[in-house]
């Protein structure tokens, strides 16, 4: 896989700000992405240092609209670490 393939797009939610400051960023990413691969394309694509990943299955929710049901669509989470003497990302830097 491509690395603009694994990463798919980055999350901006309060919690997920809250992380920048410790050099902790959350992407959403390709579900059959391995640690190893989101390491290497995170590396890739920002030119930093990762030091670890974390990973999150997350399953889709039951939604009702009237009396049809469904599920939303499932994801996977990733937590990335940064190492101490990277240098951040800039794309989150803007946001704050």
Same mark, same amino acid.
Not at 33 to 57: D, G
């Given at each position: 896989?491509? =690395?603009?393939? /694994? /990463? /798919?797009?980055? &999350?901006?939610?309060?919690?997920?700000?809250? #992380? /920048?400051? @410790?050099?902790?960023? &959350? $992407? *959403?990413?390709?579900?059959? =992405? @391995? #640690? *190893?691969? *989101?390491?290497?394309?995170?590396?890739?694509? $920002? @030119? &930093?240092?990762?030091?670890? &990943?974390?990973?999150? @299955?997350?399953?889709? #929710? +039951?939604?009702?609209?009237?009396?049809?049901?469904?599920?939303?669509?499932?994801?996977?989470?990733?937590?990335?670490? +940064?190492?101490?003497?990277?240098?951040? *990302?800039? $794309? $989150?830097?803007? +946001?704050?």
């Amino acid at each position: 896989m491509v =690395a603009a393939d /694994i /990463i /798919i797009r980055p &999350v901006s939610s309060e919690k997920a700000n809250e #992380k /920048i400051e @410790n050099k902790k960023y &959350v $992407f *959403i990413v390709a579900k059959t =992405a @391995n #640690k *190893i691969e *989101i390491k290497q394309a995170i590396e890739e694509l $920002f @030119n &930093v240092k990762v030091a670890k &990943v974390n990973t999150v @299955n997350c399953h889709g #929710k +039951l939604k009702r609209m009237g009396r049809n049901e469904g599920y939303t669509p499932a994801y996977k989470k990733a937590y990335v670490q +940064l190492a101490a003497d990277s240098k951040g *990302i800039e $794309f $989150f830097e803007s +946001l704050n």
